[in-house]
C-alpha cells in the first residue's frame, strides 16, 4: 500500500535530513504509448495494467493521508515498442528507520529532480508501528 501525503509538496523534501536512513536505490524504465504502459526489465518487455482501487482518507497526527491500494500487474510480453512514445526512467529511492522496518519512505526521481514521495508498507495502517514510523520520518523532514 502507498501511503500518501497531499498537503506536503514534494518541492518541501530535504533528503539531507534522512540520510542516515537511506537502505537502496532501484530504477524503473517505463515506455509510454497509445498502446498502453510498457516496462522493460533485464531486456524483456511487457506491457502493465493497473488494478485500480478506491482511494481512501484517514489522518496520522495532524496530517490526512491517502491510502492507495492499487497495484500495477504485468499483462503480456510485448515485442515492439511504438513509433510515437515517451521513454521514462525513475528512480526510487527507500529509506527505512531500522532493519526489518514495516514501513518504508520512497522518493522518485526522474530528471534528477524529486517528483513524487510516499510511505509503503505491505501491512495494514492499523498495525502497531506504522504510523509512529510515519510521524518519526515527517518529525526528520521537520514537517511535524
Known sequence: MKIYIPEVAVSRLKEERIAEYYKKSRSTSLIISTDGILKIKDSEISRLRIRDVHVTET??????????????????????????????????????????????????ERNKENVDFYFSTNEDIE??????????????????
Open 59 to 108: 489522518s496520522i497526527g495532524k496530517f490526512k493521508v491517502l491510502l492507495d491500494n492499487s497495484k500495477w500487474e504485468f499483462d503480456e510480453s510485448w515485442f515492439q515498442i511504438p513509433t510515437e512514445h515517451i521513454h521514462e526512467t525513475t528512480i526510487k529511492k527507500e529509506y527505512i528507520l531500522r532493519e526489518g522496518a514495516l514501513v518504508s519512505l520512497i522518493v522518485e
Open 127 to 144: 498495525m502497531m508501528g506504522i504510523r509512529d514510523d510515519i510521524l518519526t520520518f515527517l518529525s526528520q523532514l521537520k514537517f511535524y
